[in-house]
C-alpha cells in the first residue's frame, strides 16, 4: 500500500522564513520546533526520532546520537551550504540521505565577502563608530587612513563557487590581482581572471588580502595557525566567511597582537556564538555574527530548497542537492 506525502512526519528545528513553511505544509506533516527546543540535545534528538525528514540549520548538531535514536528517518536538509554540523558518514551508514544548499546563496555571500573586505581595511566600522561617539573634530591627512584595494593582490583558499564569486568581484570591480591555492587547477578562472594557481605557503606569503572560502572538515581544521600566520605580511588582512575552525582563533589574536597582520575581517567563528574576548576590543577587526548568506531573500531561498530536498526524498525522486548520493542507490 502506497502511503501519501502528508502522512511523512517531517520536523523543522527552528522556524524558518518565507513561503518554505507553508510550502512543505501542503505536503507533510510538519511540526516546526519552538525557538530554544532544538538547542536541548535530547528534545533534538527526541524530535527527530519519529519523524521521516528534518529540515536543519547550522545551529543543530546532527551527530551519530541523534542518528541513533531516529527510528524512520529518511532525509535530513541542512539550511546551508556548509554541512560540518550534521555527521554525514554517520548519517550514511543510516542510510539517511543529506542534502544542503549551494548555488542559491553563492553572489549573497560574496558580497558580503566583499563588504567585509572593504569595511576592514577602509576602517568602516571604527568610522562610523568614532562620529557617532562625537569624536570627529576636523578633516585630517591621516584620519582612519586605511589600505587600499585597489591592485592590490587577493588570495583565495578554496576557489569552489563562492571563491570565484568573490574573485571576480575583486579582479573585474576592484581591479586586484588574484592567486588562489586548492585541490585542484581551475582553469577557467585562470583564463577569465588571470588567477595563479600558487602553493599553500606562497598563499600566505604574497596575499595582501587572504580570503577562505574553504569547507570545513579534518584537512581543513587549523588551516590558518600560528605558523602560517607568521608567513603572512605585516600590512596583510585576513577575511573568514566560510567556518571559524578554519582559523585557530587563539592564533589569530596572538598575530593582530604581534602585528603580524595588520587586520581581520571574520564572520565565523570557532565557538558560536562565542566569539574570543580578546577580539572585541581590537579596533583593526570587524566582527559579524555569521551573516554571509543573510539577505532575506536568500535566507527564503534557502530554505526554500531545502524544504524541496525533503519532499523529493519522501516522494522517492531525487533530491537536488545530496552530499551523500551514494544512499540513493542502496
Ligand atoms: C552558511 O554558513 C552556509 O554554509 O550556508
Redesign the pocket.
Known sequence: MSTSLSEHHVVVTRPVPGPAQSWLDDRANVQVLEEGVAADRSRLAEAISEADGALVL?TERIDEEVLAAAKRLKVVA??????DNIDVAAATRAGVVVT??PDV?TET?ADLTLALLLATARRVVEGDRFLRERRWERWAPLLLAGQDVYGRTLGIAGLGRIGRAVARRAVLGFGMKLIYWGRSDVPEIERELGAERVGRDELFERSDFLSLHLALNDETRHFVSSRELGLMREDSILIN???GPIVDEAALVSALEAGQIWGAGLD?FEEEPSVTEALLPMKNVVLLP?I??ASVATRER?AKLAAENIVAVLSGQSPLNPVNPEVLLT
Do not use: D, F, K, Q
Open positions: 547550522v541542512n539550511m546551508a551550504v556548509g554541512y544542503n544548499t546563496l555571500s566567511t566560510a567556518r565565523v555569521h554571509g548568506s534557502m
